[in-house]
């Protein structure tokens, strides 16, 4: 029987490698409230990233709560259909009324010749996401957001170590948060991160993710506990050593996909745009429901074999029924992306046999 492929897998370090770190937390007794991991992870990953400044939480909803608070946002904002829950959900639970734009079809971003028409006296700020780690049209946002006073800030989830045009993905917009959740290509079991594109941004999101406690006499902002603890930093720390074999194994998978795929109807590997060093989280096909098969056809005949490939993502967040009411207008391009793309398993350590398994049962249907 075969084994069960899931559409990614942990990738850990070595066990005895953290062992020593886990006896000093022991010994110290400091658990969280910025330890010395803490303290040394976050400096270490503010420099990996080229990031002018950053502050650790703990998880990646945390960092899109955290810098909507430390942008002091108030009315709309105008953001993607296409994205994890997570994207809108901080923005209702802010306070915050979502906008939603169209995406692009070639890379699935906010689509920015349709920002502008959506900007209301209201709107306060753009939240792009950069979707499978591919940038959004940064140079058009950014005239867009200098023209009419607005806030950037890109929710980063997918891409950590990704570059574009020589830089750090993570290192543009007013904001960038990041996750470090188990299912992504940086993982610190849980986590997050919010690059700040000035130290007065990263005060106002180490404050929120305290509670607002200035002192032990002040408590100058509503706040949440937000931090990362001694464990999850400490296994940060081990991870970023590592950050560059793990991509260059999930380039290798990346790359046995895209070669399996070449010349089948109807589907097609999303193609990397022009200047960008990926980072491989995710694979992404395209199936076209004219050629005879359809996206839930290849996902069903993946699952009947134990392979489990998700719809990332489908439904659209603006289909959910808590923001229905946000709606306005239709999304084309995204309705019907959604309906197209699923992302196949990639992680360090897939088997090149059951990645051969999963092109031949993809090849059957697209014959």
């Known amino acids: 029987m075969s084994k069960d492929i899931y559409v990614t897998r942990p990738d850990l370090p070595d066990l005895a490698q953290l062992l020593p770190m886990l006896e000093s937390i022991w010994e110290s007794r400091v658990l969280t409230n910025r330890g010395p991991f803490h303290e040394q992870f976050e400096l270490a990953l503010r420099d990996y990233l080229e990031a002018p400044a950053l502050s650790l939480v703990c998880n990646g909803t945390a960092a899109l709560e955290a810098a909507l608070a430390a942008a002091q946002l108030q009315g709309e904002v105008i953001t993607t259909p296409y994205s994890f829950v997570a994207t809108v959900s901080s923005l209702v639970r802010s306070g915050l009324k979502p906008v939603f734009v169209d995406i692009r079809p070639d890379d699935l971003n906010i689509d920015p010749a349709l920002i502008e028409a959506a900007i209301t006296p209201q709107t306060s700020a753009i939240m792009g996401v950069h979707v499978y780690g591919n940038p959004c049209a940064i140079d058009a946002i950014q005239a867009i957001a200098d023209r009419h006073g607005l806030t950037v800030i890109y929710d980063g989830a997918h891409c950590f170590g990704a570059r574009w045009r020589g830089r750090q993905l993570a290192s543009f917009g007013d904001f960038t948060t990041l996750s470090f959740h188990g299912t992504k290509v940086f993982n610190t079991f849980e986590g997050g991160a919010v690059i700040c594109a000035s130290e007065a941004g990263k005060r106002a999101v180490d404050l929120y993710r305290n509670f607002g406690i200035e002192s032990e006499l002040v408590?100058?902002?509503?706040?949440?506990?937000?931090?990362?603890?001694?464990?999850?930093?400490?296994?940060?720390?081990?991870?970023?050593?590592?950050?560059e074999q793990v991509r260059q194994q999930r380039a290798a998978v990346d790359a046995r996909y895209r070669e399996g795929l070449h010349g089948m109807n109807g589907v097609a590997a999303l193609a990397v745009p022009p200047q960008v060093e990926p980072n491989y989280s995710y694979f992404p096909i395209v199936v076209d429901p004219q050629s005879g098969t359809t996206r839930d056809a290849i996902y069903d005949a993946l699952k009947a074999e134990q392979v489990f490939a998700r719809k990332y993502f489908y439904p659209l967040l603006a289909d959910l029924a808590m923001f229905q009411p946000y709606l306005s207008g239709d999304l084309p391009v995204a309705r019907r992306m959604s309906g197209q793309i699923l992302c196949l398993p990639i992680y360090p350590g897939l088997d090149p046999a059951d990645q051969d398994r999963i092109l031949r049962i993809i090849g059957n249907l697209a014959a």
């Not at 408590?219 to 950050?243: D, H, P, W, Y």
Request: overall charge neutral.
């Open 219 to 243: 408590i100058s902002m509503v706040g949440t506990n937000a931090k990362l603890n001694e464990f999850a930093s400490a296994v940060g720390l081990l991870q970023l050593e590592r950050v």
